[in-house]
């Protein structure tokens, strides 16, 4: 007779444990929750396959449609990323026509502390020490307080503080009125004009890396001369990296995962051998490139492996890959701008379809990561990017 038989005759009385007291106490007298018994009692009607089947069915069928809601889907169960967003056209890097000077915190960048997009443009706000000139929103991700999209500023009932909105959609009407897309972070305004710059992460990046006034002496994310390798670099870590990760999660079928997951890691391999001879992805200096790669590295274990199911192999598999993380978490302001177990409460918690149960796993922390939270030994910014000496034009406003 198996646990919880009801054999008859007494049983012997046995002292238990506490780890048995709790595990009783917590399913005693009934005070549990055991379901409606649905198997028992309609399995003398109907067969349990049926019912089982039908209940597999059914909560498939809302699943698949929650998911597609949240990450748009082929017709072979494939995540399919939305285009990208806007810039508009008369911003350049290094300014804004109709600009009168540097002002103050002149431009507004909202971002969320989760998402892999805004990780690396606040990575070259930081790098670039773009405090004075740019200021930096945090947004939190919560549907249920958003109005459309996910993201919402601060506690309840804190609007944003540029221009009074209660979440970025609001913020997106108001800036960019008749957008009809997604209202995606990470979101560049220019505060004076009231208007977007950009709401993508690439043409942020450069737009940052070319901004006037960064207090860091001329740290260049996108050094002249690298413009094919970056481009290329950059490609290949977005389509196959920071998006193949989603691929693997967002994925509804088994053909369309395990696609994505071989995907996923022979760019991994690829990039680990890459890293064979160099300090970073271009070379001896620390780019764009690096910066586009840093944040699906730094939330691979905690989130992509087990949530995503990005697991063909363990990211111990990788030593290079692991050097070179350790290498720009030690340059001066990376490790400020990432929380991990925030990020873990955010992914864990408000991708409901992947996880209904919002149950959030305690580690791994960023120590085991071999990341702690304040590197002991940080190098300089401009002793690991590509410098540029001021050019004539090159940081000119336009007229
Ligand atoms: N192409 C955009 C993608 C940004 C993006 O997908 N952001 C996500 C957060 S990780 C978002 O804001 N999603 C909200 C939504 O889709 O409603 C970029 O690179 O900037």
């Known amino acids: 007779m198996g646990a919880g038989g009801r054999a008859g005759g007494r049983a012997p009385r046995l002292r238990r444990g506490p780890a048995e007291a709790r595990h009783r106490g917590a399913r005693g007298a009934g005070a549990g929750r055991r379901g409606v018994g649905l198997l028992e009692w309609a399995g003398g009607v109907v067969p349990q396959g049926a019912v089982?089947?039908?209940?597999?069915?059914g909560w498939r069928g809302a699943w698949a449609a929650m998911v597609a809601e949240l990450a748009p889907q082929d017709a072979a169960g494939g995540y399919q990323r939305p285009a990208?967003?806007?810039?508009?056209?008369?911003f350049r890097p290094?300014?804004?026509?109709g600009a009168t000077?540097?002002?103050?915190?002149?431009?507004?960048?909202?971002v969320g502390?989760?998402?892999p997009w805004c990780h690396r443009v606040r990575l070259a706000h930081a790098l670039r020490g773009l405090g004075a000139r740019v200021r930096i929103v945090e947004m939190a991700d919560d549907a249920e307080r958003a109005s459309r999209g996910g993201w919402v500023f601060g506690a309840p009932g804190e609007p944003d503080p540029l221009l009074g909105a209660a979440d970025l959609r609001e913020l997106y009407d108001t800036v960019q009125p008749g957008y009809v897309g997604r209202c995606t972070a990470p979101l560049?305004?220019?505060s004076p004009s009231r208007r977007a710059v950009s709401n993508d992460s690439l043409d942020i990046l450069r737009f940052l890396n070319g901004l006037d006034g960064a207090s860091r002496p001329r740290v260049d994310l996108f050094?002249?001369?690298s413009e094919a390798g970056l481009e290329e670099s950059i490609d290949f870590v977005y389509n196959r990296i920071n998006n193949g990760v989603y691929r693997c999660g967002f994925a509804t079928s088994q053909g369309a995962y395990d696609g994505a997951l071989e995907e996923l890691f022979a760019a991994l391999d690829a990039t680990e051998e890459r890293l064979a001879g160099r300090r970073f992805l271009l070379g001896p200096h620390l780019t764009a490139a690096d910066l586009c790669l840093l944040p699906t590295a730094l939330r691979f274990e905690a989130v992509y492996a087990v949530l995503f199911r990005c697991c063909a192999r363990p990211l111990g598999a990788y030593p290079n890959l692991l050097r070179w993380r350790r290498e720009c978490w030690g340059v001066e302001g990376v490790a400020s701008t990432f929380d991990l177990p925030a990020a873990m409460r955010s992914y864990y918690g408000q991708l409901f379809p992947l996880n209904p149960s919002g149950i959030v796993p305690p580690r791994p922390t960023l120590e085991e990561l071999g990341l702690p939270p304040e590197p002991p030994e940080l190098s300089r910014p401009?002793?690991?990017?590509?410098l540029r000496e001021l050019g004539g034009g090159e940081a000119e406003r336009l007229e």
Do not use: Q, S
Not at 84 to 90: E, I, M, R, S, T
Not at 101 to 110: N, R
Not at 382 to 386: L, T
């Open 84 to 90: 990208a967003g806007f810039l508009a056209a008369d």
């Open 188 to 190: 560049l305004l220019h």
């Open 94 to 97: 290094g300014g804004v026509r």
């Open 113 to 115: 502390n989760a998402c």
């Open 382 to 386: 401009e002793d690991v990017a590509a």
């Open 101 to 110: 000077g540097a002002l103050p915190e002149e431009y507004v960048l909202y």
């Open 52 to 57: 089982v089947g039908a209940a597999k069915a």
């Open 223 to 225: 050094p002249a001369g």
